[in-house]
């Protein structure tokens, strides 16, 4: 439930920086820095000009105290994050600074804001959709350019523009069915019917190719994991530092020397990819401890979403290498061949290879862009993003939803070949339309808002 009253919370992370910041938003957000805010440019005695940055003291309501010396700025409505007056008050960015601000805010008669809450006042004062609400947690989560561009795509509109356009025809046919369920005595001209028909079949094809960038989508807004797996020494801890641009991992020649599990997190051509480097898979361990290491890489296989096994391509292949890649004969997996820069002795025409072979080279960096595409590739269809504005789909809720849609859309035509009554028609077509809907927010529950919001931050 949307109370109108006025709300605090802190903006920015806690701990030390140079800036912290306190956002208020709500009806009495220009009382409350009347109160705070003791400035010399604040016009007629302690007013604020919209949008206008001040300088000057921060003090407790409760008795003048100085809390800090800083910046407050007035938004007023609608011009402003929530379309309500917002309040931003900045100061040194000290964890005890930045909380006795909010707790002055708090003691000058604000609330602590609930997770997300100004975002969803943002939302249900018709300043942004539930599918551009979603996105501003995308876009604070995003860890690289690839997956920043995709969750502004649909903070600024892309998909709800989509959207609006499947609406459109969907409602069209709808109109049509239901005037024909108010004038049954006429007579319908079957061009209508085949008006309805095309609308349809419209709608579905453009859900369905919503939904064929889903699988891109997910991935380049969430990342993925890629388990490096093989015998000790094959190049698996040079292959990480060289993907990641660090000497993460510790290289030696010195079987064994890689015990744990060492994760690094890069970005691919703008994939989000967590880099596993696991022990090194023999028979014959040197101490518990390395067993448990090669425990823990064979445990990692099952969860990992791309399997890379490498082997080095200056030795020929061993006994140890043909069981081991027996033992992955079920799982796709891409061979890596090492040390490039080397002579070669592998065969690889005694390899079974399930999605192909890239050579590489950790010490002269050969290939390394190359493994960089096919990583890429496997997880992310071009065709997704045919254009800067193309719409896509990146949210499970988004996706289930569309799901819900089309099957609806596909009951119509079931339906309508088996010649129901256009009451039932119509309510396919309302079904399809209520679904849509659920994804901008035009019909949705209270409960299904919680649950959205809930995962937000405070102080956003």
């Known amino acids: 439930m949307y109370i109108r009253d006025t709300i605090a919370a802190i903006a920015t992370p806690l701990g030390s920086g140079g800036v912290g910041i306190v956002r208020v938003s709500g009806p009495d957000a220009e009382q409350i820095g009347r109160k705070l805010f003791k400035g010399s440019g604040t016009k007629n005695g302690g007013g604020f000009e919209s949008h206008r940055l001040f300088y000057g003291r921060l003090v407790n309501p409760l008795d003048d105290g100085l809390i800090d010396e800083g910046m407050a700025v007035l938004m007023r409505a609608p011009r402003s994050y929530t379309r309500e007056d917002v309040l931003e008050l900045h100061c040194h960015g000290g964890y005890y600074l930045v909380r006795a601000v909010l707790q002055a805010c708090i003691s000058a008669g604000a609330r602590l804001a609930e997770p997300g809450e100004f975002t969803r006042r943002a939302f249900l004062n018709g300043r942004i959709d539930l599918a551009q609400a979603e996105s501003v947690m995308d876009l604070i989560a995003s860890r690289t350019e690839r997956s920043l561009s995709l969750a502004q795509s649909q903070r600024e509109g892309h998909l709800s523009r989509a959207l609006a356009a499947l ?30 028909e095309t609308g349809i079949a419209t709608v579905s094809a453009g859900i369905s190719r919503l939904l064929a960038t889903f699988a891109s989508g997910k991935v380049l807004r969430d990342g993925v994991s890629v388990l490096l797996l093989g015998l000790p020494n094959a190049g698996k801890s040079s292959l990480l530092n060289a993907l990641s641009g660090t000497d993460r991992a510790i290289v030696s020649a010195l079987p064994g020397t890689t015990r744990d599990l060492i994760e690094e997190t ?184 919680d649950l959205i919001f809930s995962s937000f931050c405070i102080g956003k």
């Open 167 to 196: 609406k459109a025809p969907l409602v069209e046919s709808l109109a049509l069915v239901e005037a024909h369920i108010d004038f049954p005595e006429d007579e319908v001209d079957p061009a209508v019917f085949e008006a309805i």
């Open 266 to 449: 890069v970005s691919l051509q703008g994939l989000p990819v967590k880099i596993i480097d696991a022990a090194g898979i023999r028979a014959h361990h040197a101490d518990c401890v390395e067993q448990e290491g090669v425990r823990r890489a064979l445990d990692k296989v099952s969860e990992a979403d791309l399997l890379l096994v490498l082997v080095d391509g200056t030795a020929p292949v061993s006994p140890e290498l043909s069981e081991l890649l027996g033992s992955l004969a079920a799982l796709p997996y891409l061979l890596v061949v090492t040390k490039s820069d080397l002579p070669q002795l592998l065969d690889l025409s005694v390899l079974a290879a399930p999605l192909g072979v890239c050579s590489v080279s950790a010490k002269s960096r050969a290939g390394i862009g190359r493994l960089a595409s096919r990583i890429y590739d496997h997880f992310v269809q071009s065709s997704a993003f045919s254009s800067d504005d193309a719409a896509v789909i990146s949210n499970v809720r988004h996706r289930d939803v569309l799901v819900r849609a089309q099957r609806s859309l596909q009951d119509f035509a079931d339906n309508q070949s088996l010649d129901l009554p256009p009451e039932l028609l119509a309510l396919d077509l309302r079904t399809a339309l209520a679904a849509l809907g659920e994804i901008t927010g035009e019909t949705t529950t209270d409960d299904l808002l």
